[in-house]
């Protein structure tokens, strides 16, 4: 059975500060993994997907990077903003392509 | 934009209660998911559907039932309701069946009282 953790659970940065949180999985047969934001109270939005084949991928101050066989992804977030602050949830997509198994979360708070 | 639309963003109901859940997607996706997410848990697969009238048990579908008689729309149904169905129920869809970013609605959080 996918099992994924993400460590740590919670992270207060000042502003600023670039900054690596941290997932891992235990099956590396994986579709894909995804990275989501998810503000207070709010659904999912999604961030940065990395197909199998892939090693990394980036958008703006986000780089999200893959490695498949050691079971590891890590999400970089550049010159953190208070707007970052949200928890940060990684799923990775196994079981016929259509089931995605989520980790618990890293509650992330910049501050000023 | 994907929109996915939950209808009601609170709810609060009583035991034993029959309660729907409904979700609207505008993009004509394939698949759609019901999950709920608990404090310490994270975000579990209750029931998914590929096609109309299609449906698979996720992890924890014990309890809920759930219908899709229309592409755009996924219901999901507790029959009864009970105390530990207290949750933030989210709803998603993505385009294929599989590989596929999964977007998701705003959530429905719903307490049974």
């Known amino acids: 059975k996918q099992e994924v953790t993400q460590i740590p659970a919670a992270l207060s940065v000042p502003e600023g500060e670039n900054l690596v949180l941290n997932c891992s999985f235990t099956?590396?047969?994986?579709?894909?993994l995804q990275w989501f934001r998810q503000d207070p109270g709010k659904g999912l939005t999604s961030l940065l997907l990395?197909?199998?084949?892939?090693r990394e991928q980036t958008s703006g101050r986000l780089n999200a990077s893959l490695d498949k066989s050691s079971g590891r992804s890590t999400l970089y977030i550049a010159a953190s903003q208070p707007g970052d602050s949200a928890t940060y949830l990684c799923?990775?997509?196994?079981?016929?392509?259509?089931?995605?198994?989520f980790g618990t979360g890293t509650q992330l708070k910049v501050e000023l | 934009d994907v929109k996915v639309t939950q209808s009601s963003r609170y709810l609060v109901k009583r035991t034993g209660e029959k309660v729907f859940l409904e979700c609207v997607q505008d993009m004509d996706h394939e698949n759609m998911f019901w999950y709920r997410q608990d404090p310490g848990l994270g975000l579990r697969l209750i029931y998914f559907?590929?096609?109309?009238?299609?449906?698979e048990k996720g992890d924890i579908p014990e309890g809920y039932s759930v219908s899709r008689e229309k592409k755009e729309r996924f219901s999901l149904i507790l029959e009864s309701a009970s105390t530990n169905q207290t949750s933030m129920y989210l709803c998603?869809?993505?385009?294929?069946?599989?590989?596929?970013?999964?977007?998701f609605g705003a959530g429905t959080r719903l307490s049974v009282l």
């Open positions: 099956d590396s047969a994986i579709y894909n």
């Open positions: 799923a990775v997509l196994t079981g016929g392509g259509n089931k995605l198994t």
């Open positions: 559907s590929y096609d109309v009238k299609m449906k």
């Open positions: 990395i197909q199998s084949s892939q």
């Open positions: 998603a869809s993505s385009l294929y069946r599989v590989k596929n970013i999964q977007y």
